[in-house]
């Protein structure tokens, strides 16, 4: 069975601390640091993630990329994210497909549920994103304490890999 996971980007980034604070400072940087924790999220759960932002915060027309693996959405003027997500619900909605809709937002979160999609606070995809975190940490060290070869990588090899990780060339 397939899962997606939608998430409401300026939701998220309004309810983590850490995206909220940033956020203030450099708001470009915010989303920039929820699409990276979102691939990471992605590459750990095998999940597929789309992440939808508003376009009254980005100047232009409807907009969608990918960056790493996850499909980064910036809807059309006059369209919110939760328009958006709504209707993405509904286009990937099957049998064969299991969607989750990240958002503390709780009208939408009644509406996509209506939908066929379960709802994540973004409280509990927090929570669920420091404990993948987590997990990695204590992966990778178990491995250097398998082995032994505690290999150190050069900042740029490192960065190489972390790229592959992700799906980027």
Request: aromatic share 10%; charged share 35%.
């Amino acid at each position: 069975m397939k899962t997606l996971l939608l998430v409401d980007g300026y939701n998220v980034i309004g309810a983590w601390p850490e995206l909220r604070e940033l956020k203030d400072q450099d708001f470009a940087k915010a989303r920039d640091f929820l699409i990276e924790k979102m691939a990471e999220y992605q590459a750990y759960t095998g999940f597929q993630v789309v992440v939808v932002f508003d376009a009254h915060m980005v100047a232009g027309t409807e907009k969608k990329t990918k960056n790493y693996k996850v499909e980064v959405i910036f809807t059309r003027e006059n369209e919110t994210a939760d328009e958006r997500i709504e209707r993405l619900a509904i286009e990937y909605k099957s049998i064969n497909t299991r969607i989750y809709v990240a958002t503390s937002d709780s009208t939408e979160q009644w509406v996509v549920f209506a939908k066929g999609a379960l709802r994540k606070s973004a409280r509990e995809l927090k929570i669920e994103m420091d404990d993948i975190e987590r997990k990695i940490e204590r992966e990778v060290r178990q491995s250097f304490d398998r082995n032994g070869s505690g290999l150190s990588l050069s900042e740029e090899v490192a960065e190489i890999f972390e790229k592959w990780r992700r799906g980027q060339k």
